[in-house]
């Protein structure tokens, strides 16, 4: 156990760590941010910061001099600068999880080799591969970057485009054709493990998007108890299965017949986890706490039902509006500049669960 007064780690300086930094000071903790960029919203609210690569070795060693335990607030941490830090201090994820999540085609394999279900799918290495995958998947397919790809970046629908323009529209790098589900809706659990191998799930939640980028959250989602159960069961699942100490958000696909599909994982907090700051007993940030530090996990229980909306780049400016609705929770991350498809804050509207 890492206890209260001890120093937190977090790769990563936007509002993911940010939040956590907050939640982290709520339990006593001290947080120090290294990240590369400038502007860093973490670092405004943490005890010290680090601006650095992530790759430069003498910036980590001086990181993990400084922390009793390292975390990430977004998945695209190199894993190799994780596993550099993991020899001084311990990780949390570990490396061997960013292996495994940073790679599309790794994760489903992953996935699959659980028993749980997932998207049609082939490995596109070229545009040969892409013609043979085009064959068995169908049109109604999805072209994805293996890497680096978030919030509808690094894909293209093939009935929109040619082969050879969708391959060139992603660089011509390793890919993955999925063919497209036809799915009712789609929902995520965020699933908490620590060190001692206490688990903790959240309640399924619905989940809204438009162009690629989550647009809301209802918590919790409206489907069967029994499918319901199914989802967290396979959180969980996958959870033991990574060895995962901290926190995995597990996006799912329900279809029409009732199926539950896993699409991706995140082992860090998710933007669909964001209702449970003003809606659940331990929200997602401090449960990122207590799990890293082998704390007593949090109730995950929501206390109220909440839908949570992002406000992407000029949405932001409404925040007068914002402030002065009654039952209205407004979090604004700091950022300095508002662009097109940027996450500025969110705000959650709840109303009491009904006995």
């Not at 982290?24 to 947080?31: E, Q, T």
């Not at 009712?184 to 809204?208: F, K, M, Q, W």
């Amino acid at each position: 156990m890492i206890g209260p007064g001890a120093c937190i780690g977090i790769l990563g300086g936007g509002q993911l760590g940010r939040m956590t930094a907050i939640a982290a000071a709520r339990l006593g903790y001290r947080c120090i941010v290294l990240a590369p960029e400038p502007e860093c919203i973490a670092g405004d609210v943490a005890f010290a910061r680090i601006e650095a690569d992530y790759e430069n070795e003498a910036a980590l060693a001086e990181f993990a001099r400084r922390v009793q335990v390292a975390t990430i607030e977004f998945e695209n941490v190199p894993a190799a600068s994780l596993r550099f830090l993991g020899q001084r201090v311990p990780t949390r994820p570990a490396a061997a999880i960013l292996d495994v999540t940073q790679d599309r085609l790794a994760e489903k394999c992953f996935v699959a080799v659980q028993g749980i279900a997932v998207a049609d799918h082939a490995a596109v290495d070229d545009p040969a591969t892409l013609e043979a995958a085009l064959g068995t998947l169908g049109p109604a397919s999805i072209l994805k970057t293996r890497r680096m790809g978030y919030d509808g970046k690094g894909q293209v629908h093939l009935d929109d485009t040619s082969p050879q323009r969708a391959w060139d529209a992603l660089g011509r790098v390793p890919s993955i054709l999925e063919r497209r589900v036809a799915f009712a809706c789609e929902i995520s659990v965020i699933v908490a493990r620590s060190p001692s191998g206490r688990i903790a799930c959240y309640p399924p939640v619905l989940n809204g998007h438009r162009d690629g980028i989550l647009r809301r959250t209802t918590a919790p989602a409206a489907i069967p108890d029994a499918l319901a159960d199914e989802a967290r069961a396979i959180a969980g699942r996958l959870a033991r299965a990574l060895r995962l100490e901290g926190l995995l958000a597990v996006e799912m696909f329900v279809t029409e017949d009732g199926r539950i599909l896993v699409n991706e994982l995140a082992p860090r907090p998710h933007n669909s986890g964001h209702w449970s700051i003003d809606a659940s007993g331990c929200d997602q940030f401090e449960q990122l706490v207590r799990a890293i530090c082998d704390l007593p996990l949090g109730d995950p229980t929501p206390f109220a039902h909440a839908v949570m909306d992002n406000l992407i780049g000029e949405e932001v400016r409404d925040w007068p509006t914002l402030l002065a609705e009654p039952g209205a929770r407004l979090h604004l991350y700091g950022k300095s500049e508002i662009r097109a498809g940027r996450k500025m804050g969110h705000v959650t509207r709840i109303r009491p669960q009904v006995p």
